[in-house]
């Protein structure tokens, strides 16, 4: 990790960087700000006493890395002002320097987590976007319980439920034997996900079933289940395959033309699937799965 400082006071600059190397960062020192808007840190000490100079610019440049203050005393100037432009923190001199490490290290695992959610995110909505739903998600309401014929639908309709009404998600799989620890320690804020609850006992569905009460919940079921919840039906044709799943002949049928309909003309995809032509249109007529002009 490297950190920029910016202080025109010589000695302490040095004094701040030489302890910092002692813990293992690297450092470097500007005395100006026109210097150190060149400069590409991680983490940025900056001094709000900087005699005739305007520490705005460099905020707003680098509000995306961690800018800790380091004032002499606390106004809107030195302040308030700069952490509204981004600025994250302020340490009051003189300080200790295991106080600022501390500062340092905490917004570098916030930062390290924010990283770590977005690639999450981004890979979860790259394993769910060839899922194609018209489901209105602004007409869903928790809690209830979504009865499917494919679990990765009702994934995509949560995690997009989650999003647009902001809830934090606690994902709840039945089938890992901590679940009811998980389901014990869940925050009232937080919205439940649960499913495989085919994969329980009668007396643990009765306990699951029971516990819910006190919760926000979505539970995904892809068996038929009797509760006193709101229960809707959701199922989809355009199951993707699953590895962990042995498809009917029918079904792996359907699959195989709704993937490749688009992508192979029907004279190589009856061939790929071992039929006729003649039998791929009936089998089209059959499943209703005729190309969309």
Not at 187 to 209: C, F, M, Q, V
Not at 226 to 241: A, G, R, V
Request: proline share 3%.
């Amino acid at each position: 990790m490297k950190i920029i400082i910016v202080e025109n006071e010589l000695y302490l600059a040095q004094s701040i960087a030489s302890k910092l190397n002692e813990n293992g960062f690297e450092t470097e020192i500007f005395s100006s700000i026109k210097e150190a808007m060149q400069s590409n840190g991680d983490v940025y000490l900056l001094s709000t006493n900087l005699p005739g100079q305007n520490t705005s610019p460099l905020i707003k440049k680098f509000k995306d890395k961690i800018i800790i203050l380091m004032v002499s005393y606390i106004n809107n100037d030195t302040v308030g002002e700069p952490l509204k432009l981004g600025a994250k923190d302020y340490i009051v001199k003189p300080f200790m320097i295991e106080e600022l490490m501390r500062k340092i290290e905490h917004y570098q695992e916030y930062q390290d987590l924010k990283k770590q959610t977005l690639l999450y995110k981004e890979y979860m909505e790259n394993l769910l976007q060839e899922i194609e739903t018209d489901f209105d998600i602004e007409k869903l309401s928790s809690p209830i319980v979504i009865q499917t014929n494919y679990q990765r639908l009702i994934d995509k309709i949560v995690f997009e439920y989650a999003n647009i009404h902001k809830k934090r998600l606690t994902f709840l799989p039945l089938g890992n034997k901590e679940w009811k620890e998980k389901l014990e320690k869940n925050t009232p804020r937080s919205l439940i996900y649960a499913t495989e609850i085919h994969l329980l006992k009668k007396a643990d569905r009765e306990y699951l079933l029971e516990k819910l009460k006190q919760h926000d919940f979505i539970l995904c079921t892809t068996s038929e289940l009797e509760t006193e919840f709101e229960t809707i039906t959701l199922n989809t044709d355009s199951k993707l395959y699953d590895q962990n799943e042995i498809l009917t002949i029918d079904d792996y049928v359907k699959f195989i033309v709704n993937s490749f309909q688009y992508k192979f003309p029907d004279t190589e995809l009856s061939k790929k699937l071992g039929i006729s032509r003649k039998s791929l249109w009936e089998k089209r007529k059959k499943y209703g799965l005729f190309k969309k002009k």
